[in-house]
């Protein structure tokens, strides 16, 4: 114990632990960034797919109106 005590010792191990402190401050900003990227990502793929199911049910809306406007058609000349 006597070591600990040491003024030395105790900045080397102050060192140590701030070193230790720093490398896990940069690794969870490392993962923070990766999952932001992610998630961003993710955000853009969610608005695609959003347009995407817009605008088949736009088409199948027109196809469903042309459908029956040409059933209709077809009924009033008949």
């Given amino acids: 114990m006597s070591e600990i005590q040491d003024p030395k ?4 191990l102050t060192g140590v632990v701030q070193t230790l402190l720093q490398q896990m401050q940069d690794k969870f900003q490392t993962m923070s960034d990766q999952i932001i990227g992610r998630i961003d990502e993710m955000s853009g793929r ?3 797919l959003e347009k995407n199911i817009a605008d088949l049910m736009t088409q199948a809306g027109v196809e469903e109106i042309e459908g029956e406007n040409t059933a209709k058609e077809e009924q009033g000349s008949a």
């Fill in 9 to 12: 010792s105790v900045q080397d």
């Fill in 46 to 48: 969610i608005d695609d």
